[in-house]
């Protein structure tokens, strides 16, 4: 090993051992419902998108600005402005046709990664990061999910590994970041009103995190909760508390 070589890895060691989060691998299956539901609907609007992609495909390669133009009207555009944009490019909201090209940079990066995906698979060398603390805090919003591990960089790819058709994350896939405190992103609360979801939406994508059953009536998903894990049925509870004055009737 050479000096340079050597500098660069005692820095690299540095930065790590400074770094107020810490990696650690994989180990079990993660089924995808645990991660979406009830915080991350977001992930499913990037499933939709990559299904949309694939129904116009020959549309992306003979007329772009026409492939575009229906993809502005998809969830993906609403998530792009009311998620993506608002919490890390605010300025983009006061300026349409920056906005857009934005838009198109963004609906670029995702056929790359839809080819690169559909020609050579997952590249395990790029995993998926995973959040999680030793403090876990609520959201923004005040839910508190009975579980230790979020979505977090990576989400896109998830989308792929769903469509693809897995039941979930395999230890290949992931690695998990953990901090010293860490409060999840609620992306579930800022979709709902801008994509008009639902009750029979809204309690169906609930069931994910909460039942075995997928059920589209509020009452029904109550006493599923109940009656199978009445540990959870509070904290199922705050949720629909946060999130149902939201919901499009």
């Not at 050597?6 to 089924?31: C, D, I, M, N, Q």
């Not at 395999?170 to 992103?185: D, F, G, Q, T, V």
């Not at 509070?234 to 949720?239: H, P, S, T, W």
Request: glycine letters at 6%.
């Amino acid at each position: 090993m050479g000096i340079r070589d050597a500098f660069r890895l005692t820095h690299r060691r540095l930065v790590v051992a400074a770094s107020p989060w810490k990696y650690r691998r994989g180990t079990e299956l993660l089924p995808f419902a645990r991660l979406v539901s009830p915080l991350r609907y977001d992930v499913l609007v990037r499933l939709e998108h990559f299904r949309f992609h694939e129904r116009n495909l020959e549309l992306f390669e003979r007329d772009f600005p026409a492939y575009l133009e229906r993809a502005r009207v998809q969830p993906y555009f609403v998530w792009f402005r009311e998620v993506l944009c608002r919490r890390r490019h605010p300025e983009l909201l006061d300026d349409p046709a920056g906005l857009l090209r934005a838009f198109e940079s963004r609906v670029r990066a995702a056929a790359d990664l839809h080819r690169d995906f559909r020609d050579k698979g997952f590249d395990t060398r790029s995993p998926i990061v995973l959040r999680s603390g030793t403090r876990l805090l609520a959201t923004s919003t005040g839910k508190r999910p009975a579980c230790d591990l979020f979505a977090g960089d990576g989400c896109h790819r998830m989308a792929l590994l769903m469509l693809d058709g897995q039941e979930g994350l395999s230890p290949e896939h992931y690695r998990i970041r953990n901090y010293p405190e860490y409060a999840p992103l609620d992306n579930t609360h800022l979709l709902i009103g801008p994509l008009r979801i639902g009750p029979p939406e809204y309690y169906r994508y609930l069931s994910m995190a909460y039942s075995e059953t997928l059920f589209q009536d509020r009452e029904a998903l109550l006493t599923d909760v109940r009656e199978q894990d009445p540990g959870r049925l509070a904290e199922l509870e705050r949720v629909l508390e946060i999130d149902e004055r939201m919901l499009i009737r």
